[in-house]
């Protein structure tokens, strides 16, 4: 199957001079987290992030042409599976399909995971543990906790923990932005959190779908179709999340002899190779602790703070070990990480090995 036989033609765009309010409303009213940018010639420019404008220095009525993002592209003409490895690989949600470098269509994450066939995988096999926020929490303390875990979404909970829908960071956007769009002279969207303060979480969260555990991965394509996540439970309370790239990291290329490593955003080469051998020895250090270590997925961010962030998922098959470090620089970021993988697999390793000794002194009482 080709690119062009799933990509999205009609797509929602933005021209250089138009506004950082007005992007992050269109963003709001679409459900969308990124907007590609064209030229009068509709020629691609780049691509415009909710998460990028909301943690930078911009004002409500700054152009976004100082904001364009430089992506991968995505050729009408190319295979799906190609372009699942690079929309995984770019750590985008979405990627532009350019032809004569015009901007032709999109393909984003929901398009692909609509022709995948997960067989009999469950969501428990990729979901990450979920990060929660009280449905009575203001949404500046909301935002603060989006941006110390570096995520763009938060299950809504009551206070006595029952799921009561999700917060997103386009949502967030649109409230900073809207009464701002008017004047010049605003605060920069970073630190305008007088507009949030007062704000609670619950009036500005959205609904939600929700799972029970040992859901089959299959059932989800069309839920994907109406929402960026769905929300695993247990007694309605939330276990874990999945997005469609986490389905999609399931069905990535494999090798037969060992785990394929996947990473995004890490542009040095030579970093990249260094990172990739830390995590080779030590998927090698840890065989037989987890079983089948399927695939290994590293994103790494850069923060203004001139700190690099790195999260890794482990997709094994008996489900998703994840992790995070910063560091000054992504080496020692992949050092830190490493280690707390090391801890966390030594821990759930330790847990099965009591498990099945209880289990082994039950039996023969």
């Known amino acids: 199957m080709k690119v062009s036989e799933i990509m999205v033609a009609d797509v929602f765009k933005l021209s250089s001079e138009d506004t950082v309010a ?9 459900s ?11 020629k691609y420019l780049g691509m415009i992030f909710a998460k990028h404008l909301l943690n930078s220095s911009a004002q409500s009525s700054s152009k976004v042409k100082g904001y364009i993002v430089n ?46 066939d997960f ?8 979901m990450s543990g979920a990060i929660v926020i009280e449905e009575d929490t203001s949404l500046a303390d909301a935002v603060s906790k989006m941006r110390r875990y570096n995520i763009s979404r938060l299950p809504v909970i009551s206070a006595k923990g029952v799921l009561r829908g999700v917060l997103r960071i386009i949502d967030v956007g649109r409230i900073i932005s809207t009464p701002r769009e008017r004047t010049s002279k605003s ?47 247990g007694d309605s309370r939330p276990m874990g999340i999945v997005t469609p790239k986490d389905a999609l990291e399931l069905v990535l290329p494999k090798k037969s002899s060992e785990p394929i490593i996947h990473m995004a955003h890490l542009e040095d080469g030579q970093e990249r190779v260094e990172i990739q051998e830390q995590l080779q020895r030590f998927l090698k250090k840890i065989q037989g602790k987890l079983g089948d270590v399927r695939s290994v997925v ?26 995070k470090a910063v560091g000054y620089d992504p080496i020692s970021a992949s050092k830190k990480l490493i280690a707390r993988l090391d801890r966390r697999i030594k821990s759930e390793h330790n847990q099965r090995v009591k498990y099945k000794q209880h289990r082994e002194t039950a ?3």
């Open 119 to 126: 067989g009999h995988a469950i969501v428990d096999e990729v």
């Open 32 to 42: 969308i987290n990124q907007i590609p940018v064209v030229d009068d010639n509709g």
């Open 187 to 233: 605060a920069a969207i970073s630190g305008a959190t007088a507009a949030i303060k007062d704000v609670k979480v619950k009036e500005v969260m959205r609904r939600t779908v929700s799972v029970e555990r040992g859901t089959k991965l299959n059932t989800l394509t069309d839920h994907f179709k109406r929402n960026e996540e769905v929300v695993i439970v």
């Open 363 to 365: 039996r023969r009482m």
């Open 22 to 30: 007005r992007a992050l409303n269109m963003m709001a009213d679409r």
């Open 71 to 116: 992506t991968s592209i995505l050729g009408p003409d190319q295979d799906v599976e190609k372009a699942a490895q690079l929309v995984i690989g770019s750590g985008n949600r979405a990627l532009p399909v350019v032809e004569n470098g015009r901007l032709a269509g999109i393909v984003s994450e929901t398009d692909l995971v609509s022709t995948a």
């Open 298 to 323: 590293v994103y790494a961010d850069k923060h203004k703070t001139r700190k690099y962030s790195l999260r890794t998922r482990l997709i094994t098959s008996r489900g998703v070990i994840d992790a």
